[in-house]
């Protein structure tokens, strides 16, 4: 039995050490110890973790297992962040970030977080859904391909001093999307 909710400041610390263990377990071994330390020092601390939970223009939920801990979670920020121009959406949201656990990658944890984000995306009134996922990271890019999106851009993304190539992926609002609403809310 698991449960998909918002996030509150008492997750913070465990959201970050779950973030950490993601992306070690995914990315590490691409860059040099100095510049992977960096990234996860400026972006996945406890404190930063803490303030973009209070942040009012970001939504993140998580999904525990019964015992309370945290499996998988899925980061939103209300207005994209991410390079524009290259579409012509007017509202555009983005998924920031969507981690599972290591151990639990192919348990339906991502498919149940992507709902939440789609109902969120059509609550907030978002016309695209925009993310950014490494160019050489295919697992990732069936996944949200799966779910209807689709590479629109490269991009560049920054591992402390190492640059990345990346993908702009969007997906397109539709009124047909508003039954998720119904079925994703928190």
Same mark, same amino acid.
């Given at each position: 039995m698991t449960t998909l909710r918002l996030a509150t400041a008492e997750d913070a610390a465990p959201l970050a %050490?779950?973030?950490?263990?993601?992306l070690s377990a995914k990315f590490e071994h691409l860059y040099r110890p100095e510049d992977f330390g960096l990234f996860l020092a400026e972006n996945h601390s406890d404190e930063e973790t803490a303030r973009q939970i209070g942040d009012p223009g970001m939504r993140i939920a998580v999904i525990e297992s019964a015992d309370g801990t945290l499996l998988a979670f899925c980061k939103?920020?209300?207005?994209?962040? *991410?390079?524009a121009g290259h579409s012509d959406a007017r509202r555009p949201l983005e998924?920031?970030? *969507?981690?599972? %656990?290591?151990a639990r990658i192919g348990g339906g944890l991502g498919a149940r977080l992507m709902d939440w984000a789609l109902a969120q995306a059509m609550d907030h009134g978002a016309d695209e859904i925009q993310l950014s996922v490494y160019s050489e990271n295919p697992e990732a890019q069936r996944f949200y391909d799966r779910h209807g999106f689709t590479k629109i851009a490269d991009i560049e993304f920054w591992v402390g001093n190492h640059c990345d190539p990346e993908f702009l992926f969007a997906r397109k609002m539709t009124p047909a999307d508003g039954g998720l609403a119904a079925t994703a809310q928190v």
């Open positions: %050490d779950l973030a950490r263990r993601a939103l920020v209300l207005e994209s962040t *991410l390079p998924l920031k970030q *969507l981690y599972t %656990d290591p």
